[in-house]
Each structure stands twice: as C-alpha cells, then as structure tokens.
C-alpha cells in the first residue's frame, strides 16, 4: 500500500455522524451500500426496446375516443 491517496479520493465516500466504527467495519458498510447501490441502478434501467414488427408497423391507430359531454343534439330519433 502506498501513501499517497488517489486522485478522486477528495470526495467524500462515507461520513460517520455517530458511534466510532473500525476500519473493518467502515470497509464493511461501505462494501455493503455499494453493493446495493450497484443492484439497484441495474434494476431501475430501462431494456432496450424490441423492433417493432411489420404490423405494428402498419396498423393504423385507434379513433379518439367519443365526448360523452357533447350529448344527443343531433339525434332525431
């Protein structure tokens, strides 16, 4: 181990705001939230979209829905 500290090693990576954990134990939590950290950026990404086929493609959309307030005006029943 050397010591000089890396480049990137200016920002914060924990801070203990109660209790005096060892080094052990520091290391520890930190391996554990990054872990889960890592679990969950890879479960809240998106997958790529699949193509689309040739119907979907084609298929022409759905109308607009109907104005239910526009009412009977016209209907001479």
């Known amino acids: 181990m050397s010591d000089t500290a890396p480049a990137d090693?200016?920002?914060?990576v924990a801070r203990v705001v109660r209790g005096t954990?060892?080094?052990e134990e520091l290391a520890a939590a930190i391996?554990?939230?990054s872990?889960?950290?890592a679990?969950?950026?890879a479960d809240?990404?998106?997958e790529e979209g699949s193509a689309r086929s040739r119907w979907e493609l084609s298929a022409r959309g759905l109308r607009t829905p109907l104005n239910r307030?526009?009412?009977w005006h016209a209907f001479t029943g």
């Open 9 to 12: 090693a200016s920002e914060a």
């Open 21 to 23: 954990p060892t080094p």
């Open 31 to 33: 391996v554990v939230v």
């Open 35 to 37: 872990e889960a950290y």
């Open 39 to 41: 679990r969950e950026t």
């Open 44 to 46: 809240a990404t998106a």
């Open 69 to 71: 307030a526009a009412g």
